[in-house]
């Protein structure tokens, strides 16, 4: 059954997230320095730009050319030409280790949940946080619950939480996460500014 996925709050968009894994590996992977919701409707932007979006396409594209694509006005991201490579790295991971099956990720081998967190980090683009965040994801939304995924996504994985995307289901649900990240945003920036005064 399809996950009914509600991130962008936009229906093609999020139908595009809902069955297509790779569009939301590619989501994910865009989820920084612009508004969560703006880099999950990313990939609906590209495949209606490229009539569709398989890895193995992407992968194969001239680099330039890709770039202009993500371009294009409106912009499929606020750093077009790094993000871009950074997709068609992604993609060429895809396709050279998983055969372009972005489900392989979770299902060859029946991996637990710390095999899926590190199969997620040896990606191009992934780090620890966002790799943990986008296995809460698949644990709290898209019916991917490997043995000890919550455990693996840390903090992300925990029931009733309002921290990253894997929380937002609706349009409130997206701004309690927004708001927490404001919260923890400012109390990061605090930090730094006594631990500042300190040194000083």
Request: charged share 25%; net charge negative; hydrophobic share 40%.
């Given at each position: 059954?399809?996950?009914?996925?509600?991130?962008?709050?936009d229906?093609?968009?999020?139908?595009?997230?809902?069955?297509d894994?790779?569009?939301?590996?590619?989501?994910?992977?865009?989820?920084?320095?612009?508004?969560?919701?703006?880099?999950?409707?990313?990939?609906?932007?590209?495949?209606?730009?490229?009539?569709?979006?398989?890895?193995?396409?992407?992968?194969?594209?001239?680099?330039?050319?890709?770039?202009?694509?993500?371009?294009e006005?409106?912009?499929?991201?606020?750093?077009?030409?790094?993000?871009?490579?950074?997709?068609?790295?992604?993609?060429?991971?895809?396709?050279?280790?998983?055969?372009?099956?972005?489900?392989?990720?979770?299902?060859?081998?029946?991996?637990?949940?710390?095999?899926?967190?590190?199969?997620?980090?040896?990606?191009?683009?992934?780090?620890?946080q966002?790799?943990?965040?986008?296995?809460?994801?698949?644990?709290?939304?898209?019916?991917?619950?490997?043995?000890?995924?919550?455990?693996?996504?840390?903090?992300?994985?925990?029931?009733?939480?309002?921290?990253?995307?894997?929380?937002?289901?609706?349009?409130?649900?997206?701004?309690?996460?927004?708001?927490?990240?404001k919260?923890?945003?400012?109390?990061?920036?605090?930090?730094?500014?006594?631990?500042?005064?300190?040194?000083?």
């Amino acid at each position: 059954m399809t996950p009914k996925l509600c991130l962008v709050q936009d229906p093609e968009a999020d139908a595009l997230l809902s069955g297509d894994p790779f569009a939301l590996l590619v989501g994910m992977l865009l989820d920084q320095q612009i508004p969560m919701e703006v880099a999950f409707a990313g990939p609906q932007k590209l495949a209606e730009r490229m009539g569709g979006l398989d890895p193995h396409e992407i992968a194969a594209r001239d680099p330039d050319e890709f770039a202009a694509l993500f371009a294009e006005k409106p912009a499929v991201h606020r750093f077009p030409g790094s993000m871009a490579g950074r997709v068609q790295a992604l993609a060429k991971a895809i396709v050279d280790q998983y055969g372009g099956d972005t489900t392989a990720l979770w299902t060859v081998g029946e991996p637990d949940g710390a095999e899926v967190l590190k199969r997620l980090r040896a990606l191009p683009g992934y780090g620890e946080q966002k790799a943990r965040i986008f296995l809460a994801l698949l644990g709290k939304q898209y019916g991917v619950t490997p043995s000890g995924w919550r455990e693996a996504a840390g903090a992300y994985g925990e029931p009733g939480t309002h921290l990253s995307i894997a929380d937002v289901v609706d349009a409130s649900s997206l701004q309690q996460v927004r708001s927490t990240k404001k919260a923890q945003k400012l109390a990061a920036k605090q930090a730094q500014e006594s631990k500042g005064k300190a040194t000083t």
